[in-house]
């Protein structure tokens, strides 16, 4: 008898709507202006195509063979062994994210208080963010929870406060200037940096044992909620980079166009306080429960200490999540510059998700029955499989191109130095992880 609750439509589509509203919108749009001035608005409607058409091998498998920690199983059982630990330590390396969102807030704190504008004072800030939502993770899912629930109702009231203020301030040249001030290549970097502020919806793959049909529901829902929140962050797109001129916008925080919409500096506070700061500690406090949980698996697995996932009287894994709240402290410490940051954990986590959509070609064979029994046997040929799987694999590629291509030469090559090395120590311990997991496709 099934007993476990499985979440409906409705409860699926709340979930994935709470993981797309985040952060990205509010801590790369100011980025993207830089990269590719007013013209930024346009990306996210190609982010949006973009996403739907790369994440389709994941929404073929989810719907298939539905599995917690969905796209590291996914590596692991249709590629083999070695390419589940090298998803592991790639997506291990790309929660340099959670560095952008304490670096982020201390940006926006800074306009309301001028004390925190000196690079010192906004390292301390950060990093006492930081610390504050790792302890309270600590505590556990519920107290996570109930902060998540209010600062999700904040959140969005912020963001819709921004457009409904911002739009009647809309410079009357902004069609005619500052399009595409970055060129194509200028254009397709905005549109890597900013894929994953609209594809949140994609993470409700990953609780597709929980959802009920999970086929049908996670399409529809991941359709619905991606439309939505492309045009919303369109909107916010053209007021970010359409009130102000670019020179002065690109590379900065929403708080600058803040300051020129908002009638008087309390709507202002109150902006950057439930909007912009309601965003970054959305997204700050579910990750990392959200990050300690993708990788427990690989932890069991043996590709991490076993020992990380040793919890604490609340039942939270507290050595894995201080290993990510290392992460991000010790990038926010040094002063890391956040262009910087932001291109490189967006690349190393879009680098990782194409791991698993390599799989779908082998989907059919590993699991015949369920490929057979499922909806989309009749509707794909193996050689439409394929194709899909190409597709997604260029997509990704490109954007990860894009996005490394303005680094630094130094910072790159560490970035090659870290991809290189976790891959030659993936090879080396999948004998050995073979062994314990006793999975069929090592190679």
Known sequence: ???????????????????????????????GIGMTGRSVFLAFPVCSVLFLVSFRPLFIMSGVHPSMSAAYEYSKTLLGVRMGGFYSYIYLLGRLTIAIFGVSFAQYAAALF?????????RLLASLMLTFFYVVNLLGIKTASRLQT?????????????????????????????????????FYS????????????????????????????????????TAAVTVLYMLIGVVAAGCG???????????????????????????????????????????????????????LDGWLPSSWIKRNRFGVPYRLMTVFYLF????????MDLAILSKVAVGLTILSAMLPMAGVIRLPSVYPEEWKN??????????????????????????????????????????????????????????????????????
């Open 1 to 31: 008898m099934e007993l476990e609750y499985k979440l409906s439509f409705i409860d699926t589509l709340s979930m994935a709507a709470g993981f797309a509203v985040g952060s990205g919108i509010i801590t790369l749009t100011g980025i």
């Open 245 to 299: 001129s670019v020179d002065t916008v690109a590379g900065k925080p929403l708080s600058v166009t803040a300051q020129i919409i908002y009638p008087n500096r309390i709507l202002f506070g109150a902006f950057v306080i439930i909007g912009v700061m309601g965003a970054l500690v959305t997204t700050l406090n579910s990750s990392f429960l959200w990050y300690a949980s993708s990788l427990e698996k690989p932890c």
């Open 190 to 225: 905005a549109v890597s940096l900013l894929f994953f502020a609209v594809s949140g919806a994609y993470i409700i793959t990953d609780f597709a044992p929980r959802i009920r049909n999970p086929a049908g529901t996670m399409l529809k829902v991941i359709h619905l909620v």
């Open 328 to 335: 991000g402290l010790i990038p926010t410490v040094l002063g």
């Open 150 to 186: 209010l600062c999700s109702v904040l959140l969005l009231l912020g963001l819709g406060s921004f457009v409904f203020f911002g739009l009647g301030k809309v410079r009357a040249d902004f069609f005619t200037t500052n399009f595409f001030t970055g060129g194509i290549g200028g």
């Open 374 to 443: 499922s909806r989309f046997a009749k509707k794909y040929s193996e050689r439409r499989l394929s194709c899909i799987c190409a597709l997604s694999i260029l997509i990704m590629s490109t954007q990860v191109i894009a996005l490394f291509a303005g680094n630094p030469p130094a910072a790159n090559t560490i970035l090659v130095a870290l991809i290189v090395i976790s891959a030659l120590y993936a090879n080396y311990r999948a004998k050995n992880i073979g062994k314990t997991t006793g999975n069929k496709n090592v190679k």
């Open 114 to 122: 001028p004390v925190f504008d000196a690079p010192g004072a906004q």
